[in-house]
Every structure is written in C-alpha cells, then in structure tokens.
C-alpha cells in the first residue's frame, strides 16, 4: 500500500510578508496523518519556512538543485547538500518550467537526481509531454525516455528513494487537467515501465499527477489506481485550498 503525498510547488512566489501568512494558513490545516504533505518555496524562503514549519508534518522541498552536490565554485546555484543542511529532505527535478525555459536536458536531470540523493534528500522527477507531443500521439514514448534517461544511467533501483510526477506541460499553469483516465493510462505506463525491471519496485514508487490540480478535481484524480497524490503548483498557495487538495488525498 503506497502512502499518497501531496506536494506543493510555489514556484517563483512570495514575499516574507506573503510566505508567512501562508505558513500561519497551513499551520490550521487539518490533514489526515495518512497522508505525507510537502511544500517547495522559492530557495530564498526555504530557511523561513523550514523554522515556520517546525513541528509540524509537512516536509519542506526544494525546486532545485545544482549538478554537483558539494559546495563549491558554481555562481548562483545551489548545492544539494547545503539544501540538507537547510533541513530540506526533497528537490523537484526536471520540473518542465525548467527543462523548457531554461533548456535543462535528461543529461543534467540525471545528474541533479543523482546529486540530490548523494546528499539525502529524495527526488522528485518531473515528467510530461508538450501540447504538441500528445497531438502527436508521442505521450507515452517521450514520458518513456524521460524516464529511462534516469534508468539508464543511475539504475532502475534509485527509484526506492524517489518520487515521480506525471505533469503534462498542457496541463501546468494553465487551468487544463488531464483527465483522471488520461492521467491514469500515463502512470500506469510508468508503473509498468519500472516494473519491466523490477515488479517489486514499480509497486512501491509513488507517482504523482500534477497540471491545475484544484480541490474541485483531485479526489477524482487521487481515486485513480496508479495516481498516489499531487504536485500542485497554483493551487498550493492559497493554504485551504491546499489543504482541501491534502485532505482528497487521505479520502
Ligand atoms: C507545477 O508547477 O508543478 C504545477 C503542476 O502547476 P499548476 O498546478 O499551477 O498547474
């Protein structure tokens, strides 16, 4: 029986002001301990979120993190072992606002994923197919490669430690959801790929959906055999909405 886990992405959100009202909001949330809840703020408030936070369940995530994961010379990134020492213990990678706008390749996610586990703290990869991609029928072949990038490299067994997303970049930001059967038939093709490896595994990894989750639409979603939760983007900044989505994930 796999856990469900929401988690929100807050993106390139918030003020001091903003982030600490949302952490008041979360703190009155009232959220089944069945249910694992996370939240990913900008680099820049993971320290305030982190001591806000303290005590609570929810973990604390971040959206990225560099290449290599030791400190060292590389300007503006940050490693994933300063992110632990930060009291994160997630990183997004391979988010597609990345892979897109800032032409992040399965190379560099890979090597981010490995980084992000040789520090401890657990991955989530991000994958998803463009507009374009699903008009083409190529959905399953590129969420495939996506996934095998990090397989081929790393092994099928890195995933005992991480999470996945399902998020079709159509669906991100943009008030259109995959439909729970559309989303279904795409985490079960993962399922299956991980379990062309290794069966026991592929039963275990959490898959989540993310793409305009809103709390109107995820018990829907999370009902489905292979959707274990949410990354939820928009939505995860306002914290009863948030919450409602958290609360659909232990219904
Ligand atoms: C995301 O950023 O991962 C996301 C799913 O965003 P939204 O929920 O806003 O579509």
């Given at each position: 029986?796999?856990?469900?886990?929401?988690?929100?992405?807050?993106?390139?959100?918030?003020?001091?002001?903003?982030?600490?009202?949302?952490?008041?909001?979360?703190?009155?949330?009232?959220?089944?301990?069945?249910?694992?809840?996370?939240?990913?703020?900008?680099?820049?408030?993971?320290?305030?979120?982190?001591?806000?936070?303290?005590?609570?369940?929810?973990?604390?995530?971040?959206?990225?993190?560099?290449?290599?994961?030791?400190?060292?010379?590389?300007?503006?990134e940050v490693a994933a072992s300063q992110l632990h020492d930060a009291?994160?213990?997630?990183?997004?990678?391979?988010?597609?606002?990345r892979r897109s706008v800032l032409g992040e390749t399965d190379q560099v996610v890979t090597r981010k994923?490995?980084?992000?586990?040789?520090?401890?703290?657990?991955?989530?990869?991000?994958?998803?197919?463009?507009?374009?991609?699903?008009?083409?029928?190529?959905?399953?072949?590129?969420?495939?490669?996506?996934?095998?990038?990090?397989?081929?490299?790393?092994?099928?067994?890195?995933?005992?430690?991480?999470?996945?997303?399902?998020?079709?970049?159509?669906?991100?930001?943009?008030?259109?959801?995959?439909?729970?059967?559309?989303?279904?038939?795409?985490?079960?093709?993962?399922?299956?790929?991980?379990?062309?490896?290794?069966?026991?595994?592929?039963?275990?990894?959490?898959?989540?959906?993310?793409?305009?989750?809103?709390?109107?639409?995820?018990?829907?979603?999370?009902?489905?055999?292979?959707?274990?939760?949410?990354?939820?983007?928009?939505?995860?900044?306002?914290?009863?909405?948030?919450?409602?989505?958290?609360?659909?994930?232990?219904?």
């Amino acid at each position: 029986m796999r856990r469900p886990m929401v988690a929100g992405n807050w993106k390139m959100h918030g003020t001091r002001a903003s982030v600490a009202e949302l952490i008041n909001g979360l703190a009155q949330q009232q959220i089944s301990a069945d249910v694992d809840v996370a939240v990913f703020p900008s680099t820049l408030h993971v320290l305030q979120v982190v001591s806000g936070l303290a005590g609570s369940d929810f973990a604390v995530g971040a959206q990225d993190c560099a290449i290599d994961p030791q400190q060292g010379a590389l300007t503006g990134e940050v490693a994933a072992s300063q992110l632990h020492d930060a009291h994160c213990s997630l990183v997004l990678v391979g988010h597609s606002e990345r892979r897109s706008v800032l032409g992040e390749t399965d190379q560099v996610v890979t090597r981010k994923f490995a980084a992000a586990q040789s520090s401890g703290l657990t991955p989530v990869l991000c994958v998803g197919e463009t507009l374009a991609q699903r008009e083409a029928g190529q959905t399953l072949e590129v969420v495939a490669a996506q996934l095998s990038a990090v397989i081929d490299v790393l092994g099928v067994e890195v995933f005992a430690q991480a999470v996945i997303a399902y998020e079709p970049v159509w669906a991100i930001g943009t008030g259109l959801t995959a439909s729970p059967e559309q989303a279904q038939d795409v985490h079960a093709a993962i399922r299956a790929q991980l379990a062309a490896k290794s069966p026991e595994l592929a039963g275990q990894v959490r898959i989540l959906y993310g793409g305009s989750v809103k709390a109107a639409s995820a018990a829907e979603l999370f009902g489905m055999p292979d959707i274990d939760g949410g990354l939820v983007g928009g939505a995860s900044l306002n914290a009863d909405e948030f919450g409602a989505i958290c609360r659909a994930a232990g219904s």
